[in-house]
């Protein structure tokens, strides 16, 4: 998760914009240019100010919730969305974390403005305004960012291609490697996987509706001979890797494979068959 905070832009363009604009604002306050404000238009203000904030979030994570059940519906009626899924999940809970952070502290300092405001006009006072109108700006424009981006057409899209770039950042013209003889050695794999998973397969069917049997995914069932020591840790996580790059390229991500992830199919190919055939091999 924290890799998020690392590589998500938007975080730390809104951060910069909230710094900006309550530097900027500040400023301007202490200058001849500003509005002068008396009493009641400052509690005004800012009891709108958190009103509309509170209420503008509160939509907002409701539609989220909504929109994120949708995801989980998806993803059970495709398995190979399981990825892209997963890591949209991931990149809309950290920005929402964010616009908590963002909405709390317009709150805490619109309700400090209030109980300020009888001290009167004030450097601090000044800045306490500048700083809580700074963070309700900054509020609405990462809800509408967050918004946008949720909603987007292409999300899957973009979701997968940032997991191609994760899983097999090394491809390039100069190392671009056979893409048919990686979706034949991920086939052949994936035909391993459902052979030795099918006993997991029954019972899994077993115990819903067979009306509507439930598919165990590639992943999950890699994880399954895992745990029964059928391959080891390092075979599991190629595994996993291979998974999510054939997935993410299906789903919309550059049909390009580097040399490397080609052998390392083969590879992957030749030990998951030996593995579950009692041979001994690692990875």
């Given amino acids: ?20 604009l309550s530097i900027v604002s500040s400023i301007i306050g202490l200058s001849p240019l500003a509005t002068k404000l008396n009493e009641n ?13 509170a209420a503008v979030y509160g939509l907002t994570l409701t539609g989220f ?16 969305l399981a990825e892209a899924v997963d890591a949209l999940k991931a990149r809309y809970f950290v920005l929402l974390a964010f616009i908590t952070l963002l909405v709390l502290l317009t ?36 809800v509408a960012y967050f918004v946008f981006d949720v909603v987007s057409p292409r999300r899957i899209e973009n979701a997968s291609r940032r997991l191609q770039d994760e899983v097999d950042p090394s491809r390039s013209e100069q190392t671009k490697g056979s893409l048919e003889e990686f979706l034949t050695n991920y086939n052949q794999i994936e035909a391993l996987l459902n052979v030795a998973g099918f006993p997991y397969q029954q019972s899994a069917t077993a115990s819903i509706d067979r009306g509507r049997p439930r598919h165990i995914s ?25 998974i999510t790059l054939r997935n993410s390229i299906i789903h919309g991500a550059e049909p390009i494979v580097s040399q490397q992830a080609v ?17 001994e091999g690692e990875l």
């Fill in 107 to 142: 709150i805490f300092l619109s309700n400090l403005a209030i109980a300020k405001e009888a001290v009167g006009p004030t450097f601090g006072n000044a800045a306490i305004i500048n700083t809580g109108q700074s963070a309700f700006v900054t509020s609405l424009l990462a």
């Fill in 1 to 20: 998760m924290a890799r998020y905070w690392k590589e998500f832009p938007a975080i730390w363009l809104f951060t910069a914009l909230f710094v900006v």
């Fill in 65 to 80: 919730i909504f929109f994120r059940n949708e995801l989980s519906r998806e993803e059970f009626e495709d398995e190979t």
């Fill in 218 to 242: 590639n992943i999950r069932l890699a994880e399954i001979l895992f745990r029964n020591e059928r391959i080891d840790k390092l075979q599991f996580a190629h595994l996993r890797e291979l």
């Fill in 41 to 53: 238009q400052v509690l005004y203000l800012f009891s709108t100010t958190g009103q509309v904030i």
């Fill in 263 to 279: 052998s390392m199919s083969r590879d992957v190919l030749e030990r998951l068959r030996s593995a579950l055939s009692g041979g």
